[in-house]
T-cell receptor, first 114, second 113 residues
């Protein structure tokens, strides 16, 4: 079955440090990939997406992600984390023959130390 | 603000009851999606409607049903509620029927006592 794995349930980084959140998907064909962020008590906000083309995609709030087909990965990065980045991050996968259905990973909770 | 509205924000009810959650998509979006977020299951896709027609179905229980009306708003009906149905229910919308950016509403938190 198709799945999305986020290996890290919780990550803590210091403010100003770099960040990488991992995401792996399990399907052979090129997927549509997304990263969403959820702040406490809020809905999900799209950070960035990959459909095709350049494998390094830029998003909002200084985030970027790189699609690596050979590793079935779509890791999210930020060079310098701000305290306001503390939230839960979800990687999601979509495949065109199943409507718009997205499969989400379990999420990674990010804490930021001052 | 995503432009997707959901009502009510919170709902507390008893086991065995029936509730209706409502969603209004962003202006111009034809697809509406419902997701359930719980601690043990995470974010699970329930169902998608596109312009009034069911487009894709996920792990939606038979006790749950949804519809999309001509004005494109959608309702998710949950019946014979069980304790395990307590969760955050999100509605999302997008322009097209296929994979596309989905804009999420703030969610309805359902508590079944």
């Amino acid at each position: 079955a198709q799945s999305v794995t986020q290996p890290d349930i919780h990550i803590t980084v210091s403010e100003g440090a770099s960040l990488e959140l991992r995401c792996n998907y399990s399907y052979g064909a090129t997927p549509y990939l997304f990263w969403y962020v959820q702040s406490p008590g809020q809905g999900l906000q799209l950070l960035l997406k990959y459909f095709s083309g350049d494998t390094l995609v830029q998003g909002i709030k200084g985030f970027e992600a790189e699609f690596k087909r050979s590793q079935s990965s779509f890791n999210l990065r930020k060079p310098s984390v701000h305290w306001s980045d503390a939230a839960e991050y979800f990687c999601a996968w979509g495949y065109g023959n199943q409507g718009g259905k997205l499969i989400f990973g379990q999420g990674t909770e990010l804490s930021v130390k001052p | 603000d995503s432009g997707v509205t959901q009502t009510p924000k919170h709902l507390i009810t008893a086991t065995g009851q029936r509730v209706t959650l409502r969603c209004s998509p962003r202006s111009g979006d034809l697809s509406v999606y419902w997701y359930q977020q719980s601690l043990d299951q995470g974010l699970q896709f329930l169902i998608q409607y596109y312009n009034g027609e069911e487009r894709a179905k996920g792990n939606i229980l038979e006790r749950f049903s949804a519809q999309q009306f001509p004005d494109l708003h959608s309702e998710l009906n949950l019946s014979s509620l069980e304790l395990g149905d307590s969760a955050l229910y999100f509605c999302a919308s997008s322009v097209s029927t296929g994979v596309d950016t989905q804009y999420f509403g703030p969610g309805t938190r359902l508590t079944v006592l």
